[in-house]
């Protein structure tokens, strides 16, 4: 029950504001500590309790992957075109820098069913790939 | 000599065969709780990761090819998005099939210690086991040789009849499920 109301209160204060499931899988896989897969969120621990906070984060975490994972092609390109322009980096080095580093590959839940995680890595795979194709049909100037 | 090679050739056959046996014999003994286990998992496997009906519509819908012709991807795009699909299917159906055979070795070694399964339900658990594997290698073929819009019908049929066998396998693994206790009377205690 507290952790159903933890992931209410998140909901509710944290993720009403972001609302691309890509965006919220990415803050998300930000709260957790990548040496021991806990996640943490101040606001909400001191709300709640650690364990519960930590639950809930998971929870909604699994949830945005799930978003994600059936999400059509057609709406990850455009949620990785309106993420990248969030981050105010040029679509070009937004591009390499993700087809180099696969960062997604890090961003999915722990107990992910491994096709699922599978299926999303080619999705981001190909979204990128639209993504450079449509920059490289732009002219120059609008490209960088 | 060669009487004596004869001999000393079919000891050692006898030899191998016994420890094969044996070998068997304690890897799928009644009662073995890692037989359990493992079923388990391929049934949680199955049920949450592979079969989910909108994971299985989004991996074999062609609206993702649609969206990519109609939006003139270059061809080296579609390309791409055909071999990685191609690839995502048939991952997906050699799970299918190692979960569904992890489930049929349960049952073929231990189901009968744990659970009682009519004569009429184990007949048609063995039907469906042997169907659904050769459907699985079918369509193995099909989305190998054609893509993975080839078969379609296949793909649904195959993802109901492996829905089938989970619900059939939930049955006799019911017994590991979390029981939901009763609270203790305050009466109930020995006084």
């Known amino acids: 029950m507290d952790v159903e109301q933890a992931r209410q209160d998140l909901c509710r204060r944290t993720l009403s504001d972001i609302q ?5 899988l990415i803050y998300l896989a930000s709260m ?3 040496n021991t897969g806990v996640y943490h969120h101040d606001g909400l621990a001191s709300r709640f309790t650690e364990e519960v906070a930590c639950e809930a984060l998971a929870d909604c975490h699994r949830e945005a992957f799930r978003e994600l994972v059936i999400c059509p092609l057609q709406e990850l390109v455009s949620q990785l075109d309106a993420y990248r322009s969030s981050t105010h980096t040029s679509p070009r080095e937004f591009l390499t820098a993700w087809g ?23 999705n981001f795979k190909i979204a990128l790939a639209v993504l450079a194709s449509q920059l490289d049909s732009r002219p120059a100037g609008l490209a960088a | 000599m060669i009487q004596l090679l004869f001999f ?19 890897v799928r003994a009644e009662g073995d709780s890692g037989a359990l286990l493992e079923a388990r998992r391929a049934l949680d496997s199955l049920q949450g990761g592979l079969l989910p009906e909108e994971l299985v519509q989004r991996i074999f819908a062609r609206d993702d090819l649609d969206y990519l012709s109609s939006s003139a991807a270059p061809k080296a795009v579609r390309d791409l998005f055909v071999s990685e699909r191609k690839r995502v299917a048939l991952s997906w159906i050699s799970q299918v099939r190692c979960q569904i055979s992890s489930l049929k070795r349960f049952h073929v070694g231990a189901a009968r210690s744990y659970a009682r399964l009519g ?10 086991f042997a169907a659904l594997l050769v ?5 193995r073929l099909a989305v190998y040789v054609g893509g993975p819009y080839a078969a379609p019908r296949m793909v649904g049929a195959t993802a109901a009849a492996a829905a089938s066998i989970c619900t059939i396998s939930e049955q006799s693994l019911a017994f590991l499920n979390p029981v939901q206790l009763k609270p203790f009377a305050s009466n109930s205690l020995p006084s």
């Open chain 1, 20 to 24: 691309r499931p890509l965006d919220r």
């Open chain 1, 32 to 34: 957790r500590d990548y």
């Open chain 1, 100 to 122: 180099r580093l696969e960062p997604y590959r890090v961003a999915v839940p722990v107990q992910a069913d491994p096709l699922s995680a599978e299926f999303l890595f080619s």
């Open chain 2, 8 to 26: 000393v050739l079919i000891g050692v056959a006898l030899l191998a065969s016994l420890l094969l046996i044996g070998r068997r014999g304690s």
């Open chain 2, 119 to 128: 004569m009429r339900t184990e007949l048609k658990l063995a039907c469906h």
């Open chain 2, 135 to 139: 459907a699985c290698r079918a369509l």
